[in-house]
C-alpha cells in the first residue's frame, strides 16, 4: 500500500477548517499566559495538554543565558537542529560578545577577552565592524567594569535580542496571540464600511460590523437664528462649540450641551457685509470672523465681544486662519495678496499681489507651511520661515475650496466639475481617491473629514442633500435629505463622532446625529452616547 505524503498524514487540528495545529495553538496560548504572568496557569497548562512551550535545549539555554554562562550557552546552541547557519552564527556572535566583555570587565583577563576574539568571534566571519569595535575596546576596558546588578539585568536584554534571532517555531513571540488578535481586529474594522466607534468599544466576543445606525443620520435640530443664507460652520477644536456665518452680516456662536443638544450662546454684530468664514483659535477661547471684501474681527467667544479689527487700506480680506501658537493670523485679500499679522493688529508680513496670486489660505495644523489655491486650478504649499514653495498640486479643473486633514498628510479639494479628489500629500503628491455624486455648478460647496480616525467625507451640494463617503474606498454610502436650499458647508464634530452640521442657503443649521432604528446591532445611543 503507498505511503501518503507528508502534508497529507493526519495531524491534529483544532476549529473546524482543520487549518489550526493543535500543538502551535496550545504553544502560543501558554506564551501569551506567560507574557501576562499567569505563570501557574501556563505550568499547568504544559503539564495537563503535554505540550511544552519550549523543547529542552531551548530551555536549558534560556537559563544559561540569564546566568552568564556564556561558554555553555554557546554549546547548547550548537544543539539546535532547527537553526540554519547564519542565524546560528549571528546567535553564536551575540553570546560570544558576553563572553569577551566578562573577561573585560575583570581585572588582569585582556589576554582571554582577546583570545575569545581571536579564536571565536573573528571565525564566525561575519560583522566586521562589530569586531573592530570589541578590538579597539581591548585599549580601554574601564568603561565595562559594571557591577554584578548591571551584569544580571543585562542579561536579560541579550536573551530577548536572542530569541528574536530564533525561528519563531522554535521561540515563539510572547505576544504572538496579542499580534494575530490584534491583526484581525485590524482587517475587520477596514472591511466595516460603517466604521464610526473608537477603539476602547471593540471587543473580541462578536466579530466586528457598524451599522448605519452608528453614522450622523438623523436630524437631531434645526437651528433657525440667522436671517439670511448660512454660508460658512465650523466646530471648536474640543468640540463644545459651533460658529457659523451668514449673508445676513452676522456670526453665531452656538454651545453644544452634554447629551448633544446645541443652544445659542451668542450673535457676532459688527460686519457691514456677509461674514464669508469663521476661524476658532487653538485654545477656543477666540473667534476670528472675516466679512466679505471687508475687514476681519476678533472675537472673545465666552464674551461674545470684539477685541480687534484688522484692516488695509484700499482692499478686503476673503480668507483668514490662525497659527498653531495662537499668536499670528493669516490673512488672504481681495486682490489675490495674504499677509501675517500679529494678534495685535501689526502686520508682519505681506506677499504683493504681482509675487503670488492667491485667493483660500490657510496655514498647516502642524504650522510649518502656509496653503493657498494658485491660479485657479493649483494649491501651493509655502515653506512658514522662508516662503519658498515646498510643494504644489495641480488640478485640471478649478479648485474652489479646500481642507486638510488632521494629520497633514491629506489634502480634500473640492473642484468645479462636480467631483472631490483626496490627496495623498506624504512625499509626491498623489490623487487617492475620487468622490462623485454631488451637486455643484454655482456656488462654492465645501466639504470636510470626520467620524472616527477621519473615515468618512462629507459634503454639501447644490441639490440641498448632504453627502457621505467612505474615504478609503471611495464609495458613496449616505445622502442626507433635510434641507430646502443648496448646502454650502459640512462641519463634524472633531470629539463627538456621531454629530454632523450643515449649513445652507434656507438659512438654517442642520445637526445631524445617529438614528437609533437603523442600528441593527442593538447596540443603542442614549445621550451619553451621543454626546
Not at 457659523?244 to 454684530?269: C, E, P, R, Y
Request: charged share 25%; hydrophobic share 40%; aromatic share 8%.
Amino acid at each position: 500500500m503507498a505511503q501518503p505524503l507528508t502534508s497529507q498524514r493526519d495531524v491534529e487540528t483544532v476549529g473546524s477548517k482543520g487549518v489550526i495545529k493543535r500543538s502551535e495553538y496550545v504553544r502560543i496560548i501558554t506564551g501569551a499566559l506567560y507574557s501576562l504572568d499567569y505563570n501557574m496557569t501556563a505550568d499547568l497548562l504544559q503539564e495537563e495538554s503535554r505540550i511544552p512551550l519550549d523543547s529542552p535545549e531551548l530551555k536549558l539555554l534560556k537559563k544559561q543565558v540569564l546566568d552568564g554562562n556564556w561558554e555553555e550557552s554557546v554549546k547548547t546552541l550548537c544543539t539546535i537542529s532547527l537553526l540554519d547557519k547564519a542565524t546560528r552564527s549571528l546567535a553564536s556572535l551575540l553570546i560570544l560578545e558576553q563572553k569577551f566583555l566578562k573577561f573585560l570587565r575583570m581585572d588582569n583577563n585582556v589576554l582571554d577577552a582577546l583570545n575569545v576574539l581571536r579564536k571565536e568571534i573573528v571565525p564566525l566571519g561575519i560583522n566586521l565592524n562589530r569586531v573592530h569595535e570589541l578590538a579597539a575596546w581591548i585599549i580601554s576596558p574601564s568603561g565595562y567594569r559594571n557591577t554584578e546588578q548591571d551584569a544580571k539585568r543585562s542579561n536579560s536584554d541579550i536573551l530577548k535580542k536572542l530569541l528574536k534571532l530564533l525561528p519563531p517555531s522554535l521561540a515563539i513571540p510572547p505576544t504572538r496571540l496579542e499580534s494575530i488578535v490584534e491583526e484581525v481586529l485590524d482587517l475587520q474594522r477596514g472591511a466595516c464600511l460603517f466604521h464610526n466607534v473608537f477603539d476602547r468599544d471593540l471587543s473580541l466576543y462578536l466579530d466586528h460590523q457598524c451599522g448605519r445606525g452608528r453614522l450622523p443620520s438623523s436630524i437631531k435640530q434645526i437651528l433657525q437664528v440667522h436671517t439670511d443664507e448660512v454660508w460658512f460652520l465650523q466646530f471648536s477644536h474640543n468640540g463644545k462649540y459651533l460658529a457659523s456665518s451668514s449673508k445676513d452680516k452676522s456670526a453665531i456662536i452656538w454651545q453644544v450641551m452634554n447629551g448633544g443638544k446645541v443652544s445659542w450662546k451668542h450673535t457676532l454684530i459688527g460686519h457691514q457685509k456677509a461674514v464669508l468664514t469663521v476661524s476658532w483659535s487653538p485654545d477656543d477661547s477666540q473667534l476670528l470672523t472675516c466679512g466679505e471684501d471687508e475687514v476681519i474681527r476678533r472675537w472673545d467667544a465666552n464674551l461674545g465681544q470684539c477685541l480687534h479689527v484688522y484692516e488695509k487700506t484700499a482692499v478686503g480680506f476673503i480668507s483668514c486662519a490662525w497659527s498653531p501658537d495662537g499668536r499670528v493670523i493669516l490673512a488672504g485679500m481681495t486682490n489675490k495678496s495674504f499677509s501675517l499679522w500679529n494678534v495685535n493688529g501689526a502686520e508682519l508680513y505681506c506677499w504683493g499681489e504681482n509675487t503670488l496670486r492667491l485667493s483660500e489660505t490657510t496655514i498647516t495644523h502642524a504650522g510649518d507651511m502656509i496653503a493657498g489655491i494658485f491660479r485657479g486650478n493649483t494649491i501651493v504649499f509655502l515653506d512658514w520661515e522662508d516662503k519658498r514653495c515646498r510643494k504644489l498640486i495641480r488640478e485640471e479643473e478649478v479648485i474652489t475650496s479646500f481642507s486638510l486633514s488632521k494629520d497633514n498628510k491629506f489634502l480634500l479639494v473640492n473642484l468645479s466639475n462636480q467631483e472631490i479628489h483626496l490627496w495623498n500629500l506624504e512625499g509626491y503628491p498623489r490623487i487617492v481617491a475620487r468622490y462623485k455624486g454631488h451637486t455643484r455648478s454655482r456656488f462654492i460647496i465645501r466639504s470636510c473629514f470626520g467620524g472616527c480616525e477621519e473615515a468618512f467625507i462629507a459634503s454639501g451640494s447644490e441639490d440641498s442633500q448632504v453627502y457621505v463617503w467612505h474615504r478609503r474606498s471611495g464609495k458613496l454610502i449616505q445622502a442626507l435629505d433635510g434641507h430646502s436650499g443648496a448646502v454650502n458647508c459640512v462641519s463634524w464634530n472633531p470629539v463627538n463622532i456621531y454629530m454632523l452640521a450643515s449649513a445652507s442657503d434656507d438659512g438654517a443649521i442642520r445637526i445631524w446625529g445617529p438614528d437609533p432604528r437603523m442600528d441593527q446591532y442593538g447596540l443603542g445611543f442614549e445621550s451619553s452616547r451621543w454626546r
